[in-house]
């Protein structure tokens, strides 16, 4: 039973834009703080962007003032605006509940290249 799907990434130049969408499955509660996370090849995962139920929200400072996080209760689906975009969040980006952690989805890659 997949309960997290990832899309939305692909090739852009620095500068760039890019909306990331997490499907999630109806167990994971609106009561949960979601999180996109990203990681690239040989180095760990580390969480960019979070919201609350409350939709409270906290970013990593690499990407304070580029990234927005949202959510949609309704439709289970969890977002990231990505705009100025940088060679350097060039990752393969991940969504998960920040408790009672799900397997972790495939991903959706994001790679930013002139």
């Known amino acids: 039973q997949v309960q997290l799907v990832e899309s939305g990434g692909g090739l852009v130049q620095p500068g760039g834009s890019l909306r990331l969408s997490c499907t999630h499955s109806g167990s994971i509660s609106r009561l949960f703080p979601m999180g996109w996370y990203r990681q690239a090849p040989g180095k760990q995962r580390e969480l960019v962007a979070s919201i609350t139920s409350s939709d409270n929200t906290n970013y990593a400072d690499s990407v304070k003032g580029r990234f927005t996080i949202s959510r949609d209760n309704d439709k289970n689906t969890v977002y990231l605006q990505m705009n100025s975009l940088k060679p350097e969040d060039t990752a393969v980006y991940y969504c998960?509940?920040?408790?009672?952690?799900?397997?972790w989805g495939q991903g959706t890659q994001v790679t930013v290249s002139s």
């Open positions: 998960n509940t920040l408790v009672f952690t799900r397997a």
